[in-house]
């Protein structure tokens, strides 16, 4: 780190300390030569989250176009918009750690996924989007999934 003062190379951490509720790194710094006294910041550096459409165009993730399409499919429905919110946050940090580029299909299935546990109306209503569903032996089709993947597991039927 070099001095702002006199650009010397050489500076001492004199302090460090968490900031930011801990998404930084407040550190007090010192200079050898001049004894010039600063503060310096460590913060993470996000690489930035893109989707590949379909079509194979490139986009910035971007969180509020899941919510807006969360809102649609739990209107009406006893989901409050954090829990939307919150939702998203999960898929947003699911997908950075997946890497840098995701393609679209991949938001929709961790969106869907999430849904399912939240909300069985709002899912079949994104699934029916999403999965552009054209008859009413796609939502069959869908309910029986959604049956099949809630059933309790390990029951006997003996």
Do not use: W
């Given at each position: 780190?070099?001095?702002?003062?006199?650009?010397?190379?050489?500076?001492?951490?004199?302090?460090?300390?968490?900031?930011?509720?801990?998404?930084?790194?407040?550190?007090?710094?010192?200079?050898?030569?001049c004894r010039y006294r600063f503060t310096t910041?460590?913060?993470?550096?996000?690489?930035?989250?893109?989707?590949?459409?379909?079509?194979?165009?490139?986009?910035?993730?971007?969180?509020?176009?899941?919510?807006?399409?969360?809102?649609?499919?739990?209107?009406?429905?006893?989901?409050?918009?954090?829990?939307?919110?919150?939702?998203?946050?999960?898929?947003?940090?699911?997908?950075?750690?997946?890497?840098?580029?995701?393609?679209?299909?991949?938001?929709?299935?961790?969106?869907?996924?999430?849904?399912?546990?939240?909300?069985?109306?709002?899912?079949?209503?994104?699934?029916?989007?999403?999965?552009?569903?054209?008859?009413?032996?796609?939502?069959?089709?869908?309910?029986?999934?959604?049956?099949?993947?809630?059933?309790?597991?390990?029951?006997?039927?003996?």
């Amino acid at each position: 780190m070099h001095c702002p003062s006199c650009g010397f190379d050489d500076t001492r951490v004199i302090d460090s300390r968490a900031t930011d509720e801990g998404t930084s790194i407040r550190r007090r710094r010192e200079c050898a030569r001049c004894r010039y006294r600063f503060t310096t910041y460590e913060r993470i550096d996000e690489v930035p989250l893109v989707v590949v459409k379909r079509s194979g165009e490139r986009e910035p993730f971007d969180r509020v176009k899941i919510v807006a399409g969360l809102q649609a499919a739990a209107k009406g429905r006893p989901v409050s918009l954090d829990k939307l919110e919150a939702l998203a946050a999960e898929v947003e940090d699911e997908l950075r750690l997946v890497g840098g580029d995701v393609d679209s299909a991949t938001v929709g299935l961790a969106v869907l996924d999430h849904l399912r546990a939240l909300d069985e109306v709002a899912y079949l209503r994104f699934a029916s989007v999403y999965k552009n569903f054209d008859a009413a032996a796609d939502f069959r089709r869908e309910l029986r999934l959604l049956a099949k993947s809630t059933e309790p597991k390990g029951h006997d039927r003996t």
